[in-house]
């Protein structure tokens, strides 16, 4: 099984959850599924994401598509994403 960690910081969390929500389609299709969903304590405009991966190589292609930096802009991602793959 596989897993992609995702940590950045966000200028406002409600915002940028809302354009995470609006791209569930999006993911699904790239075969991800949240599965969590964490802020930083001492930090709160850190997140990090923990998506279950169905299909890596779609997975792959996803992240590193030219359309997912327009949608980090658009939610107010303030710090380029660390990108993480996992195997259980």
Known sequence: MHHLL????????EAW????????????????TVQHIFRDVADPSEIFLLFEVDDLEKARRFVSSPEVPDAQR?????????????ES
Do not use: T, Y
């Open 17 to 32: 959850k809302a354009v995470l929500d609006s791209h569930a389609e999006a993911q699904r299709k790239a075969g991800l």
């Open 74 to 86: 658009e939610s107010g991602v303030i710090e380029k994403p660390e990108i993480i793959f996992l």
């Open 6 to 13: 995702v940590r950045h910081k966000v200028a406002d969390f």
